[in-house]
């Protein structure tokens, strides 16, 4: 079946816009993460999406970034009021539930973020 | 707080030797242990992870890992590299909660040369 797919693939914005990442997970993967991977790192955490529900959101780094699951499946990652130290992939991942850590996440290609 | 250290951002071997990717964590807790591989312009893929019992762990591609507690290290090795295995690899832990958020080590890039 189908991947975890994010769009778009690449995005150019201009320093102090709104942008919008979408991620479509796996059908019927109830868990959603958000990760955020800077040049020459590893991915950091986001956010952790139960079903609709942000379970977790401990990683978003202040109140520019917010994320909504209102379905439980498809999750849009919002940023306002972007800098350029946003610029970044933007990984996504799904799980089948929280399932604890044994659960495999399977990732999608992410979002190459640039703020110009 | 956990962490993750990969020893070496870059490491280069040659077709047919070892490969050894180094990886020592931090965890407060008992740990699950992952490795990631990730190749150009793809997301990334489990290898391989150390949740419970055998603290040997085999993975896809011909790749193992060993959790040595004492230690505290999950270092990846496959006996004969391949040109295919050239990626980025990378090194996680997560505590042994509810769900999977990972702390991923700043990765290491693995070149394979004829």
């Known amino acids: 079946g189908a991947g975890v797919s994010q769009t778009p693939s690449n995005k150019v914005t201009e320093k102090g816009k709104y942008v919008e990442l979408r991620c479509d997970p796996i059908?019927?993967?109830?868990?959603l993460y958000w990760y955020r991977q800077s040049l020459g790192q590893g991915p950091e955490f986001l956010i952790y999406?139960?079903?609709?529900?942000?379970?977790?959101d401990s990683g978003l780094p202040n109140d520019r970034f917010f994320a909504v699951r209102p379905e439980g499946s498809v999750s849009t990652l919002k940023i306002q009021r972007t800098e350029r130290g946003d610029s970044a992939v933007y990984l996504c991942?799904?799980?089948?539930?929280?399932?604890?850590?044994?659960?495999?996440?399977?990732f999608g290609q992410g979002t190459r973020l640039t703020v110009v | 707080a956990q962490s993750v250290t990969q020893l070496g951002s870059h490491v280069s071997v040659s077709e047919g030797a070892l490969v050894l990717l180094r990886c020592n964590y931090s965890?407060?807790?008992?740990?699950?242990l992952f490795w990631y591989v990730q190749y150009p312009n793809q997301g990334l893929q489990l290898l391989l992870k150390?949740?419970?019992?055998?603290?040997l762990v085999k993975g896809i591609n011909g790749f193992e890992a060993e959790f040595k507690k004492s230690e505290t290290s999950f270092h990846l090795t496959k006996p004969s590299a391949h040109m295919s295995d050239a990626a980025e690899y990378f090194c996680?832990?997560?505590?042994?909660?509810?769900?999977?958020?990972?702390?991923f080590g700043a990765g290491t890039r693995l070149a394979v040369h004829p």
């Open positions: 991942a799904s799980s089948l539930n929280g399932g604890g850590a044994a659960t495999e996440a399977f």
């Open positions: 965890s407060s807790v008992p740990p699950y």
């Open positions: 150390y949740t419970t019992g055998a603290t």
């Open positions: 059908s019927g993967h109830t868990a």
């Open positions: 996680a832990v997560s505590d042994s909660g509810g769900y999977n958020k990972l702390i």
């Open positions: 999406f139960q079903g609709t529900g942000a379970a977790d």
